[in-house]
């Protein structure tokens, strides 16, 4: 068989697999964040907290909880670093500095999982397990939140209130993260993936002497880096690192997991609004763009235009051998289309067109499918941004859902889509007048831009891959992209909340002749249109600089 | 109301930080102990780095993890020259050196960054493409230049990658047959049998996993 034809049959089998998926998933998390009844140990935990998950907030409560939960977690990351040096269990690596420090704590409290450190060599058992994978659950969880107050924003009328965020943070983490988390953990370490807690020890060698090795939470991590679309690696290969990602099973299964919850979540939609055909409609958006994007990504992988590759006979630099061409650029676009910015392969050394659709699919905003949660909210400002324009061409007040998108509703949705153009574009051109940031550059020309470029884009839309030849680990870089994480992060949730609010607060319109169908096909592919020309209009001259001109070049 | 915005700022951030300890617990303890109880109860040689043995019963590494297969290093060499006696793994460009933390000697995992139109990148394909062909090249067998695989020119995502393609193995067979002394076929025939398909004929691609093949190699000889 061709490494061509094992691609498509390995990506007909991912989508068979999230079919399969889609149903039981999606309708269980509409339970989930619908259930009026609470477990033991969860009553245990809201008595903790002091809350009461019954307590409905309208959206400037329930906005507040989110910023505060974020704010300790990342005051909590950044304290937990700064003293590793003096806990137990950090297999003795010393405490990080401040800057990169701070990096890291705003990082994996954004769902970004930038990572300016290297795993391996600096972060021990209690920082990982105890710090940074447990953003990986909670960084998701509110995520999910946050898209399930929109959700209930379009669903409710009359009211304005948007459920109770602790409940919301509560079940997302203890009822849906954490048991496919178990599972999926349990699957990685029978392909291969470690889970210990050894510290340092020395391994016996083929041409003899010793390598030293550390042990680690790996596939436990692993698991919720993935399907929480969070994507910061143990070690500092991410999951090319054979400990992360054995073999071609865990490979695929790690992508299922990626793509599971931000799929599942249009039927969760479907279910909440009271039309399933409504989250179809979300739903066929996503898969055209992601499929869309992986055969383009499969075609010039194969294709392996560019000087060192054409010598090489293929891309194979930065990929491994028992993933090939294929699975490599399944993954690729995988983690580029949601948050996750897990990496299988290094996207720095892909072709200039490969790493230009890595860069374009963290431009479209993360929407195809998108982080967990921040994908479907993502993706429904950009619904109501279709049905506005199609208002304008019509000539009609534009509704979505039962609800009128009027000047306040296409404001907030307006000033979502323009927070991470503004922090990419912003702070690339100034890294870039700036005389020393370039310094951190590997490569030059075209390229060296787009490693800049795609830092920033990375950041601000809470990926987290990296064409990681540049250097991040300075006081510039540091600092200016956990900014861009954070802003890009919570930022737009601001407009999202109050989008709700506003929405929950409508009466609801009745459906006439007149009403768009947003469950039709012809609506699926306007907001496909609609992405696509916003996005590009947005980065285009961006991109002609970097990937585009090294692609045309090669 | 300036007080009653900070008293319930100060509520919220108490809440905040109660339920970020509570789910610490939940998410950092209990859920990595349970699944490492598990891990190890179930399947503890992969939990623990699926570690392989030589006949002797010695541990010679991880199965999953490449090695080099290099000569002791001379003085005053600033590369290490391959030992061609045994299957060689993807080259490695300076990757899998710690670099950081220098208080170990970890293995440390990385890949180069080299893009396609980088001169460093290009130059490392010509040259390791050049010395595929000439170490591979026996009185009787001469190797093609076209037919040396991209794996064996590029180093990987990892650095550590424990596998070569089944082509890339092939063609080191003649060199290594002839450095242990040993009938060309039978040395494919090993490599045959270290050959691994697609996973049901179409997960992930063929390839051969070099420790596994050397340590077969050097049973077989001694």
């Known amino acids: 068989m061709s490494p061509q034809a094992a691609g498509l049959l390995q990506l007909t089998a991912l989508i068979a697999a999230l079919a399969l998926a889609y149903r039981p998933l999606g309708d269980y998390m509409a339970k989930v964040y619908s259930s009026e009844k609470n477990y033991a140990p969860e009553k245990w935990i809201y008595k903790v907290i002091g809350a009461n998950p019954a307590a409905e907030m309208r959206w400037p409560a329930y906005l507040r909880a989110v910023l505060a939960f974020s704010a300790v977690s990342v005051l909590f990351l950044y304290l937990l670093q700064r003293i590793q040096g003096s806990l137990p269990g950090s297999l003795g690596f010393s405490s990080i500095d401040p800057d990169q420090a701070f990096n890291t704590a705003a990082s994996f409290v954004a769902n970004t999982n930038w990572q300016s450190y290297y795993g391996e060599q600096a972060m021990g058992h209690v920082v990982q397990t105890g710090g940074l994978a447990v953003q990986n659950f909670l960084s998701a969880a509110v995520g999910m939140a946050v898209a399930v107050a929109l959700v209930r924003g379009f669903a409710r009328s009359r009211t ?236 009609r007040t534009p509704e979505y859902l039962g609800k009128k998108i009027g000047t306040r509703q296409i404001k907030l949705a307006a000033c979502y889509i323009l927070v991470t153009p503004a922090l990419v574009l912003g702070f690339t051109a100034v890294a870039l007048a700036l005389p020393t940031p370039a310094d951190s550059m590997t490569n030059s020309g075209a390229h060296g831009f787009s490693e800049i470029l795609y830092a920033y884009t990375s950041g601000a839309n809470n990926n987290g891959s990296a064409f990681a030849g540049l250097n991040a680990d300075t006081q510039w870089f540091n600092t200016t992209i956990g900014i861009a994480m954070l802003l890009g992060r919570f930022v737009p949730m601001v407009f999202v909340l109050a989008l709700a609010g506003s929405l929950a607060e409508q009466k609801p319109v009745p459906e006439t002749a007149g009403t768009l169908r947003t469950d039709k096909p012809l609506y699926a592919g306007l907001l496909v249109g609609t992405i696509l020309i916003i996005t590009g209009l947005t980065y285009f001259p961006a991109l002609a600089l970097g990937p585009l001109a090294e692609g045309l070049a090669s | 109301m300036t007080n009653n915005t900070v008293s319930s700022t100060a509520r919220v951030l108490g809440a905040g930080l109660r339920a970020l300890l509570v789910l610490t617990l939940v998410c950092g303890v209990i859920y990595p102990l349970a699944v490492t109880g598990a891990a190890q109860a179930l399947f503890s040689d992969q939990a623990n780095g699926s570690e392989t043995k030589d006949v002797n019963g010695q541990v010679v590494g991880s199965s999953l993890i490449g090695q080099r297969y290099d000569l002791p290093p001379k003085k005053g060499e600033t590369s290490p020259t391959p030992d061609l006696r045994w299957f060689q793994p993807r080259p490695s460009n300076g990757l899998g050196t710690n670099s950081v933390n220098t208080q170990y000697s970890l293995l440390l995992s990385g890949a180069t960054n080299r893009s396609g139109d980088n001169e460093e990148l290009v130059q490392w394909v010509k040259d390791a493409k050049a010395a595929v062909v000439k170490d591979n090249s026996t009185a009787t067998h001469k190797v093609n230049p076209a037919d040396v695989p991209p794996d064996a020119v590029t180093s990987s995502g990892s650095g550590l990658d424990p596998h070569i393609s089944p082509a890339y193995a092939e063609l080191q067979a003649h060199r290594v047959a002839e450095k242990n002394g040993l009938d060309v076929k039978k040395v494919e025939s090993l490599v045959a049998d270290h050959t691994t398909d697609r996973l049901l004929g179409f997960m992930g691609e063929p390839r051969v996993n070099v420790l596994e093949l050397n340590t077969a190699l050097r049973d077989l000889t001694r």
């Open chain 1, 160 to 395: 304005g209130e948007l459920g109770n965020f602790w409940a919301d943070l509560v079940r997302g983490t203890v009822r849906i993260l954490v048991p496919i988390s178990v599972i999926g953990a349990i699957v990685l370490v029978a392909c291969g993936a470690i889970q210990n807690f050894s510290g340092i020890h020395q391994v016996g060698q083929f041409m003899g002497g010793t390598q030293e090795w550390n042990g680690g939470a790996v596939a436990s991590q692993e698991a919720i880096k993935e399907l929480g679309t969070n994507g910061g690696g143990y070690f500092n290969a991410n999951s090319a690192h054979p400990f992360e990602n054995p073999n071609p099973l865990s490979n695929l299964f790690e992508i299922f997991l990626i793509l599971l919850i931000p799929f599942a979540l249009t039927r969760t939609f479907g279910r909440m609004v009271g039309s399933l055909r409504q989250g179809y409609a979300i739903l066929g958006a996503m898969a055209v763009i992601w499929i869309g994007f992986t055969a383009l990504m499969m075609w010039t992988e194969f294709a392996h235009r560019g000087p060192a590759f054409e010598i090489a006979g293929g891309a194979m630099e930065g990929k491994e051998t028992r993933f090939g061409i294929a699975g490599s650029s399944i993954f690729a676009v995988a983690t580029t289309l949601t948050s996750t910015g897990a990496v299988n392969s290094f996207h720095s050394s892909y072709t200039g067109f490969g790493g230009g659709i890595t860069m374009l699919g963290m431009q479209l905003g993360e929407i195809a499918p998108g982080g967990v949660g921040s994908g479907l909210y993502g993706m429904l400002i950009m619904a109501v941004i279709a049905v506005f324009l199609a208002g304008l061409m019509v000539g």
